[in-house]
């Protein structure tokens, strides 16, 4: 399974940013989509996810701001960021959750997309 992300780049504080990320590969089911942010000098954090029902969860920080989505049909999920803040700036990995088949049950694996750079501008 790989992932590809893309958008980012620089924008100035209260500016707009989409990313997105589509998943290719021997992929039977995808579980949660959702994207992660790595600051300088920090850990990797939660910053949204969608389940495969539609259900989305937000880090506090960017709630009422970004908006997580997903497209079954493309196995891709979006991150659309809005009133962009320089606290936002970090490194932004794609995240999903796949599950097959394997015997009686389902096994759960997980993948990382390679990161993409979120610049945010005072």
């Known amino acids: 399974v790989q992932l590809q992300a893309s958008g980012g780049g620089l924008v100035q504080a209260g500016g707009s940013l989409g990313l997105s990320c589509a998943a290719s590969g021997n992929i039977v089911r995808i579980n949660a989509m959702g994207w992660y942010r790595q600051a300088p000098g920090k850990e990797r954090e939660l910053v949204a996810t969608?389940?495969?029902?539609?259900?989305?969860n937000y880090a506090d920080s960017v709630k009422g701001r970004f908006t997580v989505s997903r497209d079954n049909a493309k196995n891709t999920v979006y991150l659309q960021m809005n009133s962009l803040k320089p606290e936002d700036t970090a490194v932004y990995y794609c995240h999903i959750e796949t599950a097959r088949p394997i015997g009686p049950g389902w096994l759960s694996t997980v993948y990382w997309g390679q990161g993409t750079q979120v610049t945010v501008s005072s």
């Open positions: 969608v389940t495969s029902g539609g259900n989305t």
